[in-house]
């Protein structure tokens, strides 16, 4: 079983900046790729950020610029660096993990961008 621990969510004024970090255990045996996925009221999931076993990454068109997905591998933790926050960028974050087509999902975080 693996858990998925997300933190650092939070309340921000506009122009702000948070910091999530996602932590794995468990039975942890392949990171074929991390990622943050976000949703709001009424809306449906969609991925943010994702980092695959190479390194590479890839972005949600309106997070790229302000947004930067990086891993540290001896913690098996990702995270997600939000720059620039729009109130648009309000929803609960969670974390994915994806091993071999095997996913787990963390309990998800909070973001609230406003004035």
């Known amino acids: 079983q693996v858990q998925l621990v997300e933190s650092g969510g939070g309340f921000v004024q506009p122009g702000g900046s948070l910091r999530l970090s996602c932590a794995a255990s468990?039975?942890?045996?392949?990171?074929?790729?991390m990622g943050w996925y976000r949703q709001s009221p009424g809306k449906e999931r969609e991925m943010v950020a994702l980092i695959v076993s190479n390194g590479f990454a890839s972005y949600l068109d309106s997070v790229k610029g302000r947004f930067n997905i990086s891993r540290d591998k001896t913690k098996n933790t990702v995270y997600l660096q939000m720059n620039m926050l729009k109130p648009e960028d309000t929803a609960v974050y969670y974390c994915r993990l994806n091993q071999r087509g095997f996913l787990s999902w963390g309990q998800g975080t909070q973001v609230t961008v406003s004035s």
């Open positions: 468990g039975s942890i045996f392949s990171m074929d790729s």
